[in-house]
């Protein structure tokens, strides 16, 4: 008998077989050696059933039969990769151990353990554990392979997760979706993180601008030349701040106070996954998604970064060795002068800016390999390099400035200055053509807008004699405007997404939010990613836009008495709870009673509450996203041919119907015919759309083709039938002709004709 090791993906499973059975034979879906079988997973082979295999009756969709809560949660087969399910089954027969080399976190947990319950599987089982995939490190984890009973804490917090998501998003969804008649998706982390971007939205437009001046104060000193700004009440009346103009222009003045202080500005923090994400977002405009996808590339293909999907920015004593062996590797390399200046002396163990084991859980801060970097595609390149170089940051010293505070009296109006004078640049050699927009540790900025424009940043020696005059040469008044709060951007939302919301400045209070933010690093970007697909919010360059459905969407949420729903706060209380979960603080089982009572309170509330008027969903979002695709259509594209851009972003409204009967199971046209979905098909006010559309479906067929508004019936036969009857269309040239509509693509519902 043989020891069968389960992967989370290929890649992955390619990669163990690699450095501990190199002479493994290769049979596609497994890999097989003379002690080790290995195989793998494809992301979740195992799902949480739908509500229709609890009862036929769910299938329809009706507020009358909520809350669903199944008292034992069924499982059930991704089809999609029921065939490499059904591998490991036959691979588990022949083997006595199993080692579960899924990747090192609650999902990959999850994942393992779906498996285990799904199949029966009572094998012993170890956990390897391990936070790169470089062959050393490999060979090193199993060499000491966990007892998987340690991880059981882990898998209990996985489970209960899970279960959660189910019942929040299965009940929320179909009761607001019943009750209102259009698909509204709800969920645990969804929600709050929605309703983020409503109140930002609600601000903004709340704000009203107003208009301000500056007094700026042009001073000298023998051949030293400084500004200052005037210190006083804000200044609206212009008249005002151009009496005060003249009355120091060209006058006399001193040094009222003249403070000179050292300061340091240490390296910023090694990455955690959402720090490289806020990063790389600002830096290139990467989504959340893209950076994480990037990174679990550079991980699993490339072996040349640690296990990115870490909440921690730091590193444990045992990786002091090895990251010295990668400073080490990376001479040769395009980094060869910053390996050369680096100080090696400066990362130990004594160092609690990088080492600092007690706020290591799972994983440590991100970290290069000690492998040489080849064939890096232009967006890895540049994610490779921003860690690369926060690495090599740890190896130098602090940046040393002179900091001059200075108080600048002319006819008792008095300027303030902030001169910051560099003396040794330190770590920020690294970064000789970056602005570093963060703080660094150890930096005692105020962080106001006021100090930082009043801040002079200059690289030659400062010096004033507080004792001599000083001459103000110019008086300039400048026109300003306050300024609505800020849309948020992918990075922004992160990193409120870390801290359940709260304007949190403090590095260290924010730090100890991490483990009651939304969601997790390994999730936060595809929370972001389903706002878009269900049409909560769209992307107006860098910006996230709320749209009239999410704007919607939160109102109704809130106006049916379920603010709890909404509230960051109180669901970074329960990711809280999960962590605890995980480390055997917390009962699942308690947690679990609480989220059921709340599943069932969101049923209650939404039954009693009003019907909304369709007119809500249908209005203008607030970037005129719908003017944008208006303007697409005119230039010659066909809706069919938007299918792709749009499914995700427009959500049929379903018909009216009488209750008890719901107006979803009224409206149903049809089975999903995209594989695996198995939702249902609903008419809307556009088109006909998937009712798994919240879980990711991308199935939508608009009403408007080749010049036809198509009936229910057409619809009908495109999905079941593949096409429709002849008859007559209308092309992009304005030419007509003879034709039947077929669906040419199923993921997207795309029409072409024959």
């Known amino acids: 008998m043989k020891t069968l090791i389960i992967a989370e993906k290929p890649d992955m499973g390619r990669n163990i077989a690699a450095a501990i059975e190199p002479k493994a034979k290769n049979f596609r879906s497994y890999l097989e050696g003379e002690k080790y079988i290995v195989t793998w997973a494809i992301g979740h082979l195992i799902e949480l059933a739908e509500p229709e295999a609890y009862d036929e009756k769910y299938k329809k969709w009706n507020i009358n039969d909520l809350p669903i809560i199944p008292d034992q949660f069924k499982l059930v087969p991704n089809r999609k990769t029921i065939d490499q399910l059904k591998t490991i089954a036959q691979l588990a027969k022949r083997s006595n151990l199993l080692v579960n080399a899924c990747d090192a976190g609650r999902e990959g947990q999850h994942i393992f353990s779906l498996i285990q319950r799904h199949l029966k599987l009572k094998h012993p089982v170890k956990r390897l554990w391990i936070s790169d995939l470089t062959p050393e490190t490999i060979r090193k984890g199993f060499a000491e392979l966990k007892d998987a009973a340690a991880y059981e804490n882990l898998t209990r917090a996985a489970k209960a997760r899970s279960e959660a998501d189910w019942l929040i998003g299965m009940n929320g969804s179909r009761a607001f979706t019943t009750k209102h008649n259009v698909l509204l998706s709800?969920?645990?982390?969804?929600?709050?993180?929605?309703?983020?971007?409503?109140?930002?939205?609600?601000?903004?437009?709340?704000?009203?601008?107003?208009?301000?001046?500056?007094?700026?104060?042009?001073?000298?000193?023998?051949?030293?030349?400084?500004?200052?700004?005037?210190?006083?009440?804000?200044?609206?009346?212009?008249?005002?701040?151009?009496?005060?103009?003249?009355?120091?222009?060209?006058?006399?003045?001193?040094?009222?106070?003249?403070?000179?202080?050292?300061?340091?500005?240490?390296?910023?923090?090694?990455?955690?996954?959402?720090?490289?994400?806020?990063?790389?977002?600002?830096?290139?405009?990467?989504?959340?998604?893209?950076?994480?996808?990037?990174?679990?590339?550079?991980?699993?293909?490339?072996?040349?970064?640690?296990?990115?999907?870490?909440?921690?920015?730091?590193?444990?004593?045992?990786?002091?060795?090895?990251?010295?062996?990668?400073?080490?590797?990376?001479?040769?390399?395009?980094?060869?002068?910053?390996?050369?200046?680096?100080?090696?002396?400066?990362?130990?163990?004594?160092?609690?800016?990088?080492?600092?084991?007690?706020?290591?859980?799972?994983?440590?801060?991100?970290?290069?390999?000690?492998?040489?970097?080849?064939?890096?595609?232009?967006?890895?390149?540049?994610?490779?390099?921003?860690?690369?170089?926060?690495?090599?940051?740890?190896?130098?010293?602090?940046?040393?400035?002179?900091?001059?505070?200075?108080?600048?009296?002319?006819?008792?109006?008095?300027?303030?200055?902030?001169?910051?004078?560099?003396?040794?640049?330190?770590?920020?050699?690294?970064?000789?053509?970056?602005?570093?927009?963060?703080?660094?540790?150890?930096?005692?900025?105020?962080?106001?807008?006021?100090?930082?424009?009043?801040?002079?940043?200059?690289?030659?020696?400062?010096?004033?004699?507080?004792?001599?005059?000083?001459?103000?040469?110019?008086?300039?008044?400048?026109?300003?405007?306050?300024?609505?709060?800020?849309?948020?951007?992918?990075?922004?939302?992160?990193?409120?997404?870390?801290?359940?919301?709260?304007?949190?400045?403090?590095?260290?209070?924010?730090?100890?939010?991490?483990?009651?933010?939304?969601?997790?690093?390994?999730?936060?970007?595809?929370?972001?990613?389903?706002?878009?697909?269900?049409?909560?919010?769209?992307?107006?360059?860098?910006?996230?836009?709320?749209?009239?459905?999410?704007?919607?969407?939160?109102?109704?949420?809130?106006?049916?008495?379920?603010?709890?729903?909404?509230?960051?706060?109180?669901?970074?209380?329960?990711?809280?709870?999960?962590?605890?979960?995980s480390k055997g603080a917390a009962s699942d089982e308690q947690f679990m009673e609480n989220v059921k009572k709340f599943a069932t309170m969101i049923v209650e509330k939404v039954r009693v509450q009003s019907r909304a008027a369709k007119t809500l969903f249908e209005g203008e979002s607030t970037s005129g996203a719908s003017k944008r695709r208006g303007r697409a259509g005119s230039e010659g594209k066909t809706s069919s041919s938007r299918s792709r851009s749009v499914a995700a972003k427009s959500t049929p409204a379903v018909k009216k119907g009488k209750e008890p009967r719901t107006a979803a199971a009224s409206s149903i046209i049809a089975r999903c015919p995209r594989p695996g979905c198995g939702g249902s098909i609903f008419m809307g006010r556009k088109g006909y759309g998937c009712s798994n559309y919240n879980m990711g479906c991308t199935f939508v067929i608009w009403k408007e083709n080749y010049g036809r508004m198509l009936t229910d019936a057409q619809v009908k036969a495109l999905i079941e039938k593949g096409k429709t009857g002849k008859m007559k269309l209308v092309l992009k040239d304005g030419s007509q002709v003879q034709g039947r509509l077929m669906i040419k693509n199923i993921e997207s519902g795309e029409l072409t004709f024959e």
């Not at 921690?312 to 400073?327: G, R």
């Not at 936060?524 to 999410?550: F, N, P, S």
Request: charged share 30%; aromatic share 8%.
């Open 186 to 581: 709800v969920g645990r982390v969804q929600t709050p993180v929605l309703a983020l971007i409503y109140d930002r939205q609600k601000q903004i437009e709340a704000f009203t601008s107003v208009k301000y001046f500056d007094l700026e104060g042009h001073f000298s000193q023998g051949d030293v030349a400084y500004k200052g700004i005037w210190q006083g009440d804000r200044i609206t009346d212009p008249a005002k701040a151009e009496a005060l103009a003249r009355k120091v222009k060209g006058k006399p003045g001193r040094i009222a106070s003249y403070e000179v202080k050292d300061t340091k500005e240490y390296p910023f923090k090694l990455y955690d996954l959402t720090l490289l994400q806020r990063e790389a977002n600002g830096k290139y405009g990467f989504s959340a998604k893209k950076t994480l996808d990037i990174a679990q590339s550079l991980y699993e293909k490339h072996k040349l970064i640690s296990y990115p999907r870490t909440n921690s920015n730091y590193v444990t004593e045992q990786n002091i060795p090895d990251m010295h062996k990668t400073l080490s590797s990376l001479q040769g390399t395009e980094y060869d002068d910053l390996v050369k200046g680096a100080n090696r002396q400066l990362v130990h163990k004594g160092n609690k800016f990088i080492c600092n084991p007690a706020k290591v859980e799972d994983h440590h801060a991100i970290l290069p390999t000690n492998r040489k970097a080849t064939r890096l595609s232009p967006d890895e390149q540049k994610l490779y390099d921003m860690i690369v170089r926060r690495f090599l940051s740890q190896f130098y010293p602090a940046a040393e400035y002179k900091v001059h505070a200075v108080m600048t009296s002319v006819e008792n109006e008095n300027f303030k200055t902030t001169v910051k004078e560099l003396v040794s640049l330190g770590w920020k050699v690294i970064y000789p053509d970056q602005k570093n927009k963060e703080k660094p540790k150890g930096a005692k900025g105020k962080g106001k807008d006021a100090d930082e424009k009043e801040e002079m940043e200059v690289n030659e020696p400062f010096t004033l004699s507080p004792k001599d005059g000083v001459r103000c040469s110019d008086a300039l008044v400048k026109e300003k405007e306050t300024q609505p709060p800020k849309h948020y951007t992918e990075g922004t939302l992160l990193k409120a997404m870390e801290s359940a919301g709260k304007q949190i400045e403090d590095e260290e209070l924010r730090e100890a939010m991490k483990e009651s933010g939304l969601g997790t690093p390994a999730t936060r970007a595809a929370t972001i990613e389903r706002l878009k697909k269900v049409g909560y919010v769209e992307m107006k360059g860098k910006q996230i836009q709320l749209t009239q459905k999410g704007r919607t969407a939160i109102e109704l949420i809130r106006d049916a008495g379920i603010e709890l729903l909404t509230s960051p706060e109180m669901t970074g209380q329960w990711e809280r709870r999960l962590n605890q979960i």
